[in-house]
């Protein structure tokens, strides 16, 4: 169960509009990020993959007091267009856009990555959790004539190597380089792209990882600052990327774990 914490309220985000995606369940990251915006004013459309989430994401999203849901399925070009059509239709521009959305099978996460990765899974992980982001970028910055903010969410098993992370790791390396052109391409319209590299958290998605809860304990014990990572500080960091807080900040990638992506070697034992 995600923490809750005290939402920083403010302005930072009043009169802006944008899309989340990804929200599953009250433990994702995305819904941590929703919750941060919303406190600082913001408007927020929610897409979710498909009607088996409604029922979980609805209460979610009437909790902070917004209703506008879309079903979107990222693999899906006919429901990608339904969308942001509707999107489009409804506010006719946004200033922001959260894409918070991974995927690989079971079988590609455990064990080992040469001998685990196949095609067709090799294929899925790139299309859902890498591809689905260039396309978001497009079709976000369509709708941001006047300049916006993009992120995406990355980890740490992109730069280094991290048991059972395997092809999501090489997914999260194609990810961060997208993330880098995409600033590049859309810089000039005024369009900021980044990533935030979060620690381990207890979500869906990190249990479907092989060890994922050693995972998190390592992330804590190894790291800067001895705790995990927190929701209100990846909530913090997404405000800042897509406030005028971040202004002039563009094609990064913000490494929000406690301090531990800059560990070489954990704390050595008394001699
Ligand atoms: P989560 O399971 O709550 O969120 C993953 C989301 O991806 C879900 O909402 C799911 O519906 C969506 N999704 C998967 N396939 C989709 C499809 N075909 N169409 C539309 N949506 C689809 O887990 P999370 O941990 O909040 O993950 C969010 C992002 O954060 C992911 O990119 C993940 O890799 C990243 N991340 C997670 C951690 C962690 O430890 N949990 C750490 C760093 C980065």
């Known amino acids: ?17 944008g899309i989340v995606m990804g929200v599953a369940n009250q433990n994702s990251i995305a819904w941590g990020i929703s919750k941060q915006l919303a406190a600082q004013g913001a408007e927020i459309a929610f897409t979710y993959q498909g009607e088996a989430l409604e ?11 917004m209703d506008l849901m879309i079903p979107a399925d990222v693999t899906d070009d006919a429901s990608m267009d339904a969308a942001f059509a509707e999107i489009k239709a409804k506010w ?17 996460l455990q064990g080992s990555m040469v001998a685990n990765t196949t095609r067709e899974g ?3 992980a790139m299309d859902i959790s890498v591809y689905s982001f260039i396309d978001c970028a497009r079709r976000g910055a369509e709708l941001m004539p006047d ?11 992109a730069e280094r190597t991290v048991p059972s992370y395997n092809v999501m790791g090489v997914a999260k390396a194609a990810l961060e380089a997208s993330t880098r052109y995409a600033a590049r391409d859309l810089g000039p ?13 207890r979500t869906l998605s990190l249990a479907g990882i092989r060890g994922g809860k050693s995972l998190m304990g ?43 992506h800059v560990v070489g070697v954990p704390d050595l034992p008394e001699e």
């Not at 029922?55 to 007091?65: F, K, Y």
């Not at 300049?147 to 098993?157: A, D, Q, V």
């Open 1 to 17: 169960m995600a923490e809750d914490w005290n939402l920083p309220t403010g302005d930072l985000m009043k009169g802006k509009r």
């Open 55 to 65: 029922r979980r994401v609805r209460p979610l999203v009437e909790s902070i007091g």
């Open 92 to 108: 006719g521009k946004i200033d922001f856009l959260v894409h918070s959305i991974a995927f690989a099978g079971k079988d590609e």
């Open 122 to 124: 090799f294929r899925r």
């Open 147 to 157: 300049g916006g903010s993009i992120m995406c969410m990355t980890y740490l098993g």
């Open 189 to 201: 319209q005024g369009i900021r792209v980044n990533a935030i590299s979060a620690g381990a958290m």
């Open 218 to 260: 390592t992330g804590r014990d190894w790291s800067l600052l001895k705790e995990d990572t927190s929701m209100e500080g990846v909530a913090g960091c997404a405000l800042y990327l897509l406030s005028p807080l971040g202004r002039s900040i563009a094609g990064e990638v913000i490494h929000v774990d406690a301090g531990f």
